[in-house]
């Protein structure tokens, strides 16, 4: 039995900053949608652990045994109580959908269907509690799940954000 290699992020030329925080700005998301080497697999609204996002799979054409990531954004990001659309955050795809090509032209619609709807949704959204700001700082501190943990191992009364005021 063999075992593989992790997937190398530099085979989408990211860079120091978007490997490290596993996170590209939507511009830039949009320039690898366009790549004419990248192939698009799958592209669904769906939930995680965070919230209800758009999820696109895309692979590089020109990568043997190339692993596929998946992206994921424009959607409301439940712990920060914001909707997200200026950024896409990814993950490594352990499922092979390597038979699935989404055209790009269909995916690109929908991508900026989407972000139109979520744009409308923020400007219409209250500003975040106490809770969510914390939550969000400690994201940037540490990353997602580390700011679930803290959240949940010192508790609303300790960091000032109890339910009363948000």
């Given at each position: 039995?063999?075992?593989?290699?992790?997937?190398?992020?530099?085979?989408?030329e990211?860079?120091?900053?978007?490997?490290?925080?596993e996170?590209?700005?939507?511009q830039?998301f949009?320039?690898?949608?366009?790549?004419?080497?990248?192939?698009?697999?799958e592209?669904?609204e769906n939930?995680?652990?965070?919230g209800?996002?758009l999820?696109?799979t895309?692979?590089?054409?020109?990568k043997?045994?190339?692993r596929?990531?998946?992206?994921?954004g424009?959607?409301?990001?439940?712990?920060?109580?914001?909707?997200?659309?200026?950024?896409?955050?990814?993950?490594?795809?352990?499922?092979?959908?390597?038979?699935?090509?989404?055209?790009?032209?269909?995916?690109?619609?929908?991508?900026?269907?989407?972000?139109?709807?979520?744009?409308?949704?923020?400007?219409?959204?209250?500003?975040?509690?106490?809770?969510g700001?914390?939550?969000?700082?400690?994201a940037?501190?540490?990353?997602?799940?580390g700011?679930?943990?803290?959240?949940?191992?010192?508790?609303?009364?300790?960091?000032?954000?109890?339910?009363?005021?948000?």
């Open positions: 039995m063999s075992v593989e290699a992790p997937a190398d992020k530099s085979t989408f990211f860079t120091e900053d978007e490997k490290l925080f996170r590209v700005l939507h830039r949009m320039r690898l949608v366009a790549d004419r080497r990248v192939k698009i697999h592209i669904n939930g995680n652990a965070f209800e996002f999820f696109v895309l692979s590089r054409r020109d043997p045994d190339q596929q990531l998946v992206f994921y424009l959607g409301y990001h439940d712990q920060r109580e914001r909707w997200i659309h200026e950024y896409w955050r990814w993950y490594e795809s352990y499922m092979d959908k390597s038979g699935t090509v989404v055209p790009k032209q269909r995916a690109v619609k929908q991508i900026e269907e989407r972000l139109e709807w979520v744009k409308s949704m923020a400007a219409s959204e209250p500003k975040p509690t106490r809770r700001e914390m939550y969000a700082l400690l940037e501190l540490t990353d997602e799940d700011a679930t943990t803290e959240m949940e191992d010192f508790g609303w009364a300790l960091l000032r954000c109890d339910d009363e005021d948000g």
